[in-house]
């Protein structure tokens, strides 16, 4: 185990819930954790899996909690999946089902959102899901449109517990139509790429920090990332031992990462 990060390791890639904050309560030492990345010569970025809002809801959350950033400070798995839509089809128009802030944020990125014909059907953590609206997504993608899915998560903490998340609402839809999703955000190459694009950095030079093994740890270390597990969130050392997926370090909570700056 490593007892400082190399030199290079210059962007922390911030898991929120969880690790920076749980539900609505900020943890202990998140905001001092910043101050101390800054003023060692690095930068931090948050990234969540969570598409249920977009990037000016997540802004205002943080700033309620006394945390204040920059807008480019902060991605979101739908803008992965913005980013991936638009590189793929020219005038694109999707049938999504995602929440009002999603769908704000695909229409305001030029996707138009449509039930007729559309050119994939994309599934978001959807907490204004309907059976309409998964029927809807079932028969198109029996039909052969393409199955695309902000990430892959399957519940969401929250202070009352765990909540269905998208990879859930997916499992439904696979489970009908016998048809996979292709999933975007953590772990996935193409979150990487478009974290390494928008800093316009290398992946060696990132640190992703977060909770959860599957999403946060993975895309570390399925593509030559650093990573850190906190354990503030999902995961239990116990889990460890029982994993295929392992961090490079491992913290008790997000400030205690200051100590391998
Ligand atoms: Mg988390």
């Not at 399925?222 to 029982?242: C, F, M, P």
Request: aromatic letters at 10%.
């Amino acid at each position: 185990m490593n007892t400082r990060l190399e030199s290079n390791k210059k962007y922390f890639i911030l898991d929120m819930d969880g690790t920076f904050y749980l539900g609505n309560q900020l943890l202990e030492g998140s905001l001092e954790f910043l101050k101390k990345v800054e003023a060692a010569g690095k930068q931090f970025l948050f990234f969540t899996n969570n598409s249920s809002r977009n990037k000016q809801v997540y802004l205002e959350k943080l700033a309620g909690m006394g945390c204040h950033i920059d807008e480019s400070q902060l991605l979101t798995s739908g803008m992965v999946t913005i980013h991936y839509i638009k590189n793929t089809w020219q005038n694109p128009k999707v049938y999504l089902l995602g929440t009002p802030a999603l769908e704000q944020e695909f229409e305001s990125n030029g996707i138009q959102l449509t039930e007729t014909r559309p050119d994939a059907v994309v599934v978001g953590f959807d907490t204004t899901l309907t059976y309409e609206k998964l029927e809807k997504a079932c028969t198109l993608i029996r039909n052969h449109t393409p199955f695309l899915a902000t990430h892959p998560d399957n519940n969401c903490p929250t202070e009352s517990g765990y909540i269905p998340d998208c990879g859930a609402m997916c499992a439904f839809i696979t489970q009908s139509t016998n048809v996979l999703p292709k999933y975007l955000g953590k772990p996935y190459k193409e979150t990487i790429d478009y974290i390494t694009s928008f800093l316009n950095c290398t992946k060696d030079e990132l640190v992703f920090v977060g909770d959860r093994l599957y999403t946060d740890i993975a895309i570390g270390a399925q593509h030559g990332a650093t990573s850190v597990l906190v354990l503030t969130g999902e995961t239990r050392l116990e889990d460890l031992e029982k994993s295929d997926v392992q961090p490079d370090i491992i913290v008790d909570r997000l400030l205690d990462l200051t100590a391998y700056l």
